[in-house]
């Protein structure tokens, strides 16, 4: 019984028999590295292009933010056992339904948006 090979010799010896006249590519020489990547740029630093000022929020948009903000820290004193009286704790409820409403009611508002925007595609 012969002595069991190595990877690296039984894979010298597949290449042998599959490419018996090579595989057609030179050797590189000992110093220089074969690379697949683009041949680098002169170090330039990166300058990002400025930020787009935001539009500022409408005021329907504002209030429907404030009452889910107002609805959701009553929830959350409530929560930490604070005791606040029942009408409070239904105004509070009521906000957070009442400015997801008026929330969803504005984004079907908007403007359609361009399907070539300039923005990433996935």
Same mark, same amino acid.
């Given at each position: 019984?012969?002595? *069991?090979?190595?990877?690296?010799?039984?894979?010298?010896?597949?290449?042998? %028999?599959?490419?018996?006249?090579?595989?057609?590519? *030179?050797?590189?020489?000992?110093?220089?590295?074969? /690379?697949?990547?683009?041949?680098?740029? #002169?170090?330039?630093?990166?300058?990002?292009?400025?930020?787009?000022?935001?539009? *500022?929020?409408?005021?329907? %948009?504002?209030?429907?933010?404030?009452?889910?903000?107002?609805?959701?820290?009553?929830?959350?004193?409530?929560?930490?056992?604070? #005791?606040?009286?029942?009408?409070?704790?239904?105004?509070?409820?009521? #906000?957070?339904?009442?400015? /997801?409403?008026?929330?969803?009611?504005?984004?079907?508002?908007?403007?359609?948006? !361009?399907? !070539?925007?300039?923005?990433?595609?996935?």
């Amino acid at each position: 019984m012969s002595a *069991p090979r190595s990877d690296d010799e039984r894979f010298a010896e597949l290449i042998a %028999t599959e490419f018996p006249e090579g595989v057609g590519l *030179p050797d590189p020489e000992p110093e220089q590295f074969r /690379t697949w990547s683009p041949a680098e740029e #002169a170090d330039e630093d990166f300058q990002p292009p400025p930020v787009v000022p935001g539009r *500022p929020w409408h005021p329907l %948009t504002r209030l429907g933010v404030g009452l889910v903000v107002f609805g959701l820290a009553m929830v959350l004193l409530s929560a930490f056992g604070v #005791a606040l009286h029942w009408l409070v704790a239904v105004l509070a409820g009521a #906000a957070v339904f009442g400015g /997801t409403a008026l929330l969803l009611y504005r984004l079907s508002k908007l403007p359609p948006r !361009d399907a !070539d925007d300039g923005g990433a595609v996935v």
